[in-house]
């Protein structure tokens, strides 16, 4: 799976019209360019050069970035966690703010609760984070001066509150990525056990409505919110590449535009790889997960 | 497919960026138009932190080739070069204090500084320039960025520490100006092993030469520069100067609200009014050596003739894309000399083509092309239809649009082909496979344009358009040779008329830069905001 990524990646990223920045770069002459081909072994044919990196990769070795001549492998692991700290805090987030939503409409389902929750994550799904991003900036950073508008942490100071409010704009912009989905498979699948035998034949014994719910209708409607998360993650993915540029978070989404638009093949494959790494670890961590909310799924 | 989706978003977060402007951030209110006095009046203090930001992070190596915009200001304040470009931009000392030609015009000689020091302590001297040229700009295989800037120069030698001499292949009278231009001087002692590719000092903590020194790179974040004691000049006032990567302009302008940004460019103009209305912001606009054009593949018989290139620039409203694209930041360019060189610009020329159609439409009919059917001219049966091919970047998809609607006018069709901005450089650039192109050019602070007009620079150096004139060629050898300013000045007019007249490129516009400023940082000369970093040891910040 990830040495398929990794070629395809490769090969389309090559195949891209244009070169790295330095080659096409209005200010560098033929001679130039013909040297910087040369020194970067662009001359080579593209699988000769795939051939080339996967040996240094499968040794470990991922290669030089083309625009910037550091080793690859320091990039992400600058960007890195700053990404996952991101993409974490906002899946978080949605979590934590996304499923109580869910359970309130779906007790409440068909009330005006319900319709303004559900009109709210509507527009939640419709406006574009780059847009909600600037806005959050100008009323929190610009007009209350309550929070930073951009990077992980200040040149002076870089104390754990400082970090953390750096983290609270870029982080709820990105929740609302995924929010309204949280909700939507919240609501639906609750009310979905809501409505089966079981959980009416509990309440025909006499069982309290909140012990019904928490005891047994939330464990079985989680299960298509935890299994949804593993779809949410590549948005969320996703999501920190314009997340990360208007709030100037220097992650792997930054990382990854930059590379694309300089052309810098061995770090859009690098990228590739990280984020193909993430997707497949996270779909197994969810499989196990899952299993352990519901017996009925074993692993086998 | 990342960037044709950013490129989308960008315009509508403009949108919504002036949408939101509007209803927020109105407590300022406004304020009286800065005079340019708000920017050097008052008696300068020590002291103080000035944020500048920058897209991407810098590479801190001038001779990089992956040193692009996002680098050269952090360069221009660290690396000290044999010349600066003066507060009229005329080359003004730096590392050198005086210079001369030889009287064949086959040398230059600079007469450097006693006593200058690295950042490091070490003696900073005329092997470090002889370093710089000899084994990193001359060295082709390098690829040193802007090498081609000195094409004409044989080799340099150090006479003695402080005694350089350029040797030329050829008279360079623009030597002086073009050292002035991105060419900061590298120290030898830490780079004769690796000097482009040395991540330590280009990535992180370089030793400099400047009023500054770098003392933390943050990637992705910022770059922090404090005094660098070592350095040659007065004493610098700023404790501080932090360049901040902050890569998207809405982003950016937002910061300058919040009063987080000392100084910034300005680039996309339609946010000019609403950073005017903030009371802790001034907005100044500065003219720029750099002109927007249009050119016409001499490779495609119908431009060969003027008649045809003059009737393009009768037909396009120049005046209109200035007013509505660039927010009336610019003037109509009819040569490749700007305004901004004030000793040799030609203001006379500026009203040489009006906007005209009907002129436009007469000329083409002089060179043939007569109206067809349906509107569009024809010639030996074939119509005027030709692709123009465009770059996603800065104002050139609007300004081809209302090309493409003024050519309509007249009878040309121009369809545009839109592509995100490297594949439009491999196509139009390296390549030259194409009809027809809007792009810029920025140059040295010097009349001195051979490279982007010769006949030798043709197909494949900067001379896009790939035209050949002989007439024109005599010119542009005269002004090289020419090494005395009067002389130079006249060869230069002479140029500038020419220019005019047979419109190599088609001429559009010279832009001017909009830079904005914190009402408290003074002492910045007016200059573009890159040159001005070479003054940045002037800057200061009043007390509140």
């Known amino acids: 799976m990830i040495v398929f990524t990794s070629a395809l990646t490769f090969f389309f990223v090559n195949l891209a019209p244009g070169g790295p920045s330095s080659i096409m770069n209005m200010s560098a002459t033929a001679e130039q360019r013909d040297a910087l081909i040369r020194a970067m072994g662009l001359d080579r044919p593209v699988a000769v050069r795939y051939v080339d990196w996967l040996g240094g990769a499968l040794r470990g070795d991922l290669g ?82 309550v929070l930073p508008s951009s990077g992980v942490s200040s040149v002076s100071d870089d104390s754990f509150g400082d970090r953390l409010a750096h983290l609270v704009l870029p982080a709820f912009a990105l929740a609302t990525t995924i929010l309204p989905t949280v909700v939507r498979f919240m609501r639906t699948s609750l009310i979905e056990v809501l409505g089966t035998e079981y959980l009416r034949t509990a309440e025909a014994k006499g069982l309290r409505e909140a012990t019904v719910i928490v005891r047994h209708a939330l464990p079985n409607a989680l299960m298509p919110v935890v299994s949804a998360i593993g779809a949410l993650i590549p948005r969320l993915l996703g999501g920190t590449v314009v997340t990360e540029a208007v709030f100037s978070w220097p992650g792997m989404g930054r990382l990854a535009l930059d590379a694309a638009n300089g052309r810098d093949y061995p770090l859009v494959t690098g990228i590739a790889l990280v984020v193909a790494t993430i997707a497949v670890v996270t779909s197994i961590v969810v499989d196990v997960v899952y299993t352990r909310l519901d017996p009925r799924v074993a692993l086998s | 497919m990342f960037v044709a989706s950013l490129l989308r978003t960008r315009r509508v977060a403009a949108l919504a960026l002036t949408a939101v402007m509007l209803g927020t951030a109105c407590a300022g209110g406004a304020s009286p138009t800065a005079t340019s006095s708000a920017q050097t009046g008052g008696t300068p203090v020590a002291g103080g932190t000035v944020t500048i930001p920058i897209v991407a992070d810098p590479t801190l190596n001038p001779w990089s080739p992956n040193a692009f915009v996002e680098s050269v200001f952090p360069n221009r304040v660290l690396f000290a070069s044999v010349t600066k470009p003066g507060k009229d931009l005329a080359p003004a000392p730096d590392l050198a204090e005086s210079w001369s030609a030889a009287t064949d015009g086959l040398s230059w000689t600079f007469k450097l500084r006693a006593g200058m020091k690295w950042s490091d302590g070490q003696p900073l001297n005329a092997d470090d320039i002889a370093f710089t040229f000899n084994d990193v700009v001359l060295k082709k295989e390098l690829a040193a960025n802007g090498a081609g800037n000195f094409a004409a120069v044989k080799s340099v030698t150090a006479v003695d520490p402080t005694t350089v001499r350029f040797d030329l292949l050829r008279p360079f009278a623009a030597l002086p100006s073009y050292l002035a231009y991105n060419a900061g001087i590298l120290p030898k002692h830490v780079l004769s092993a690796d000097p482009l590719k040395t991540t330590s000092f280009n990535k992180g903590v370089p030793v400099s030469s400047g ?86 593949n001499q490779t495609d018989s119908r431009f060969t003739d003027v008649r045809v290139r003059q009737a393009f620039v009768y037909a396009i409203n120049r005046k209109a894309i200035i007013d509505s694209v660039e927010r009336g930041y610019g003037s109509i360019a009819n040569s490749a000399i700007s305004p901004a060189l004030k000793a040799y610009y030609d203001p006379s020329l500026a009203s040489k083509y009006g906007y005209d159609p009907e002129k ?41 649009a209302l090309i493409q609607q003024d050519l309509k006018k007249v009878g040309v069709q121009a369809d545009l082909n839109t592509m995100e901005w490297n594949s439009y450089i491999q196509k139009v650039v390296v390549q030259r496979n194409y009809t027809a192109t809007v792009n810029w050019w920025v140059y040295p602070s010097d009349p001195d344009v051979f490279p982007y007009y010769h006949s030798s620079a043709a197909g494949k150096g900067f001379n896009i358009p790939g035209y050949q004139d002989p007439k024109l060629d005599d010119i542009l050898v005269r002004g090289q040779a020419a090494t005395d300013v009067e002389k130079r000045k006249a060869v230069y007019k002479e140029l500038q008329s020419y220019m005019a007249e047979n419109e190599p490129y088609l001429f559009l516009w010279y832009p001017e830069e909009v830079d904005v400023f914190s009402t408290s940082l003074k002492g910045v000369p007016e200059l573009g905001l890159r040159d001005a970093m070479h003054y940045i040891g002037e800057w200061w910040l009043a007390k509140k």
Not at chain 1, 107 to 122: A, K, N, V, Y
Not at chain 2, 212 to 231: P, W
Not at chain 2, 255 to 274: C, P, T, Y
Not at chain 2, 369 to 394: E, R, S
């Open chain 2, 211 to 296: 009023p500054y020194k770098v003392e933390k790179y943050t990637a992705g974040q910022s770059v922090s520069m404090v005094r660098n004691d070592s350095y040659f000049g007065p004493k610098p006032y700023l404790d501080k100067v932090v360049f901040s990567v902050v890569p998207d302009p809405n982003t950016q302008i937002a910061q300058a609200l919040s009063g987080d940004i000392g100084i910034m460019l300005l680039d996309d103009k339609a946010s000019v009014d609403r950073v005017k209305s903030a009371s802790n912001l001034t907005v100044q606009s500065r003219p720029l050596v750099q002109y927007y054009w249009l050119a016409l």
């Open chain 1, 64 to 145: 030089t970035s083309l625009t910037t001549d550091l080793p690859i492998a320091t990039l992400l692991g600058d960007r890195l966690p700053n990404t996952l700290l991101l993409s974490g805090t906002a899946l978080a987030l949605a979590l934590l703010v996304g499923i109580p939503i869910g359970i309130v409409q779906a007790l409440r389902r068909g009330t005006w609760l319900d319709r303004i929750l559900d009109l709210i994550s509507t527009l939640g799904l419709a406006v574009p984070v780059f847009w909600l991003g600037i806005v959050l900036i100008l009323i929190f950073a610009v007009n209350l001066h």
């Open chain 2, 360 to 400: 436009a439409k007469s000329l083409l009919k002089d060179a043939g092309w007569t109206a067809g059917a349906d509107g569009i001219l024809t010639k030996d049966g074939k119509p005027f239809k030709f692709t123009m091919d465009v770059g996603q970047k800065g104002p050139l998809e609007p300004v081809n």
